[in-house]
């Protein structure tokens, strides 16, 4: 698989169910009935992947919501992604 | 401290410290508890989770999770189900935790279930059947009569490979005393929607639903105090305006389970408290006490399996009916006893009569509790 970058969008598979629990969420793969929990700022992301798609408008949304170097704002949300599409709750286009 | 009173004290919205000088079994034995109780996932948002050990927090959230996992399928099914039987002209009406879990509770995955629960009018029982059986379900237990249960219990496994289970009802409750207390037309005229489970799912309006939990603790489960089922109640009362608690309390009294409703409610304040008018419901409650009551004695908790009988007998009108009632305790269909004794030979078919009257005696005289 090639490195993801910010200049990536991620499509959200249609098999992909989310549920938010107030701060945390948890995503079931329907097709494969394995579920994945997210933390506060893994909800966030997945919350603004679904509203915009593009990783550098949620990258740019991130920055202005979190006091966090931009780089490890950047690492932390492309691993997320991977981690994403290797559970293949969406993929990477 | 006993880990069920912890657990009432944090459903009540009390401050409930963990015991400083807890057992080192006290967690293992709390989880059982909430769990054997329902109420494992409901700690979630309770005000005394806060001040809990970490470790208890994090498997709070973890059951929370993995019920949140559990609901997304358990939704898919339920609307699966329920569109079809629609399609296949039965009208069904969902029940008690199944329906309860997304009209009263915050999240519907704070009221665990393991099965959903059906009432279809008795003349769409067949049909229902049928239908179930062409989605994948399968009858998990044998009729055991027309008079002994008015229930069957269906199961599937689904795609995701889990166990998928389905009570379907023609009555709500199986205790002759208990059993025409609703029909189901009249269920079905003030029934409200489910809108998260589509079109097609509508359960019992607070009143009844408020009437169906009081009655069901008691009728089907010696009157527990499970506290998921006190916590229902609670949730159904407060949800209630002032003119529906009194309606509720009329009907209790018309339908002649007034003291059963009172005993529920009075329970879950006691046990899990209300977030609203205590004296309101209590007074309602009080004001209606009826000379006829039918059910009281299912209150006492030292009732044995032939106090049941001879109150079946008892609401039973007719020698006919009563007669049939006992044949079939005493002789079930032959189906119900393959099934039960893992037989198929007719010849092992009076063996097992046999043995089950001599390992029945004992259990029709020994107290539920």
Known sequence: MRPISLEDAFVISKDAVFRDLDGEAVILDLSAGTYFGLNEIGTRIWQLIAENGTLKTVFDVLCAEYDAPPETIERDLLMLVSSLAEARLGTVT | ?369
């Open chain 2, 1 to 369: 401290m006993t880990p069920e009173t912890l657990l009432a004290a944090a459903l009540r919205d009390e401050i409930a410290p963990w015991p400083t000088a807890a057992s080192p079994d006290f967690e293992a034995d709390f989880f059982h508890s909430a769990a054997d109780h329902g109420v494992a996932e409901l700690l979630s948002i309770t005000a005394a989770l806060r001040d809990w050990p970490r470790t208890v927090q994090a498997a709070v959230l973890r059951r929370r999770r993995d019920a949140a996992a559990a609901e997304i399928i358990q939704r898919e099914s339920h609307a699966e189900v329920l569109d079809t039987l629609n399609e296949s002209g039965v009208k069904a009406l969902l029940l008690k935790g199944a329906a309860l879990a997304y009209t009263h509770y915050p999240q519907p995955w704070l009221r665990p279930r393991l099965d959903i629960d059906l009432l279809v009018a008795p003349d769409d029982r067949t049909r229902a059947v049928t239908t179930l059986q062409g989605l994948g379900y399968h009858p998990a237990t044998h009729f055991a009569g027309e008079l002994v249960t008015y229930q069957s219990q269906l199961r599937r496994v689904d795609r995701h490979g889990l166990i998928d289970r389905l009570d379907l009802h023609w009555r709500t409750a199986n205790p002759q005393v208990f059993a025409h207390t609703f029909a189901f037309d009249e269920l079905k005229r003030e029934a409200v929607p489910v809108p998260q489970l589509g079109t097609n799912a509508w359960t019992l309006c607070p009143v009844h639903s408020l009437l169906l939990a009081c009655i069901h603790r008691v009728a089907h489960h010696a009157n527990s105090d499970r506290l998921v089922w006190l916590y229902d109640i609670r949730l159904i009362v407060d949800a209630m305006s002032h003119t529906a608690l009194e309606r509720a309390a009329d009907e209790a009294a018309s339908k002649k389970v007034h003291a059963v409703v009172a005993a529920g409610v009075r329970r879950t304040l006691e046990m899990v408290g209300s977030g609203v008018h205590n004296s309101a419901v209590e007074r309602a409650l009080e004001t209606r006490r009826g000379d006829s009551e039918v059910g009281g004695e299912f209150l006492r908790k030292d009732r044995a399996k032939v106090d049941d009988l001879l109150a079946d007998l008892h609401a039973l009108s007719g020698l006919g009916p009563r007669l049939r009632l006992i044949r079939e305790h005493l002789v079930p269909p032959p189906a119900y006893m393959r099934k039960t004794y893992g037989f198929s030979s007719p010849v092992l078919l009076p063996f097992a009569y046999a043995l089950r009257a001599v390992k029945g005696a004992g259990k029709w005289f020994r107290a539920d509790s």
